[in-house]
Every structure is written in C-alpha cells, then in structure tokens.
C-alpha cells in the first residue's frame, strides 16, 4: 500500500520559533509538494520538487522554504513562524502527472 | 490565469443524487481530476478525465466535461452518509503536467 506520513499531526508554536515539517514517501515517486489548505481558499502550492536536491516555488513560497536531501524525504521550513501561518499543512507525492498521493496532514497553530 | 473554483457547500439528503460543480479559467488544461477528503485525512483520487472527453463514468460517479463553458461537474448516484466529504477538482496544465491547480472545495454533507 502506498504510503505519504507526515511526522507530526499536530504542532502549536510560538510566533517566532523555527518550525520543521517532515514528510516521506515509501514509494520512489520523483516528484514531491507542499500545500498549504485554508477554508475557503482550497490548496494552495508552496513548494515542490521534481528531483533530489531540486526545488521550485509554487504559488505561495513567501515565508517557507524547503529541503530535498534524499528521494524519500522532502521537508518543509518556516524560519520563524508567524500567526498567519497557522493553517493544515498536506504532503504529496506523485510519479509523472497521473495521481497525487497525499499524506494526513499537519495542523499547525502559531500562538 | 490558472483559478479554479467551486461552491463550498452542497447538502443532499441519503438516497438522492449529488452534482458538484466547478470552473476552471485555463483552457490549455490537460487533465482534469476530482478528489476527495474525508474528515482528519489527506486527499484521495476519485476519478479524473482527459481534456479531450465530454464524459466518464465509474460506478456511482459521473463526470461531464464542457470545455465550451469550462465547466466540470460530478455527479454522485444513490448518494450514502459515507460520501459526506470535501471534494476538490483540480485541473493539470499543458506543458506543466506535473503540477496541479486545485479548487477551493465543495463539503458535501449528506443526511438522513
């Protein structure tokens, strides 16, 4: 079964404080992303990459940044997190352009 | 511009048939999709159709395509508590297929 885990479900954070969101897939997929989902606004892009160590910006990169180091991993960086970062963080992955695989999500709340 | 939009609620009553709507704005769409969340979990795929069909169906589910008007819909037959759930269309781009643009979602709330 494939599988997309997000290491945490649930963060709260102060404003301020480096936040770290770890995703892996079990899957080989090349292609990895990082949405961001808001009632209202849907999901919306901030990052993804098509390979190791190869990122590019989605619609909303202001803020965030990420790491690829290896294939399986992609991680997601707020440096200092702010109140409206608070929001579901999703994970997914896909091999070409057929299926995203989507992991459970992070909910993150900056205080 | 890549914008795709949806109504955000439908509620239907069990037994009855549900349609969700959505909008896309980009006419070089390659793939048009349809997924599904369901309460505390990711998104999954439902069904999806090429640009270059007018209509799918799967079992229960129905998917139209108009690109004239840029319309997609979903139908949902015999519609069951268990379809309660967000659903988004999402639409894959020409010349960037690896990258979707997905509406802001549809809760559909089925009840008794």
């Known amino acids: 079964d494939v599988k997309v885990t997000q290491s945490s479900r649930y963060l709260v954070k102060r404003t301020g404080e480096k936040v770290f969101l770890e995703c892996v897939q079990d899957?080989?997929?090349?292609?990895m992303f990082w949405y961001r989902q808001d009632p209202g606004l849907g999901l919306r892009l901030i990052y993804f990459?098509?390979?190791?160590?190869?990122?590019e910006k989605g619609d909303i990169p202001e803020g965030y940044s990420v790491s690829r180091e290896k294939k399986e991993r992609f991680s997601l960086i707020l440096e200092s997190a702010s109140t409206n970062q608070t929001s579901m963080y999703l994970c997914?992955?896909?091999?070409?352009?057929?299926?995203?695989?989507f992991g459970e999500g992070s909910r993150l709340t900056v205080l | 511009g890549e914008d795709v939009e949806q109504s955000l609620f439908l509620s239907v009553r069990e037994g009855d048939s549900s349609v969700i709507n959505c909008t896309y704005t980009?006419?070089?769409?390659?793939?048009l999709y349809w997924y599904k969340q369901e309460p505390g979990a990711g998104l999954q795929l439902l069904t999806y159709?090429?640009?270059?069909?007018d209509m799918k169906q799967d079992q229960r589910l129905t998917v139209l395509l108009n690109k004239k008007d840029k319309h997609l819909s979903l139908r949902i037959a015999d519609t069951q508590t268990g379809d309660s759930a967000i659903y988004f269309c999402?639409?894959?781009?020409?010349?960037?297929?690896?990258?979707?643009?997905f509406g802001t979602g549809t809760r559909l709330q089925v009840f008794p």
């Open positions: 999402a639409e894959s781009l020409r010349g960037n297929t690896d990258k979707l643009i």
């Open positions: 159709i090429f640009s270059n069909m």
């Open positions: 899957m080989d997929h090349e292609n």
């Open positions: 980009d006419s070089s769409s390659t793939y």
């Open positions: 997914a992955s896909s091999q070409g352009r057929f299926q995203l695989f």
């Open positions: 990459s098509y390979d190791v160590k190869m990122k």
